[in-house]
């Protein structure tokens, strides 16, 4: 899975040429969720809560370049990096 960014142990990525809705994925430690970037739902997986909150405040700072990554990636274009949470 392509990373596009890390911050307290998440990791964040994407894969490419995936189903819809636009989503991406989220890692910490053994576990993952996948997250819709358009209502930022948990679509499949589950985090801890601390985990799942800075992944959410993240996400919705990062909203257009999320949407942006998705469209390149539906094009087999090398994804952008995206700033990690401070």
């Known amino acids: 899975m392509p990373e596009i960014s890390r911050f307290f142990g998440i990791i964040i990525g994407m894969y490419y040429n995936e189903h819809n809705p636009p989503h991406f994925h989220a890692k910490y430690g053994d576990d993952e969720a996948q997250f ?5 739902e948990i679509i499949r997986g589950n985090l801890p809560a601390r985990a799942k ?8 700072e990062h909203r257009p370049e999320l949407l942006n990554n ?14 990690p949470l401070k």
């Open 36 to 40: 819709n970037i358009n209502t930022l």
């Open 53 to 60: 909150a800075l992944v959410l405040e993240w996400a919705a």
């Open 70 to 83: 998705w469209e390149l990636s539906n094009n087999l274009i090398k994804l952008n990096k995206v700033d």
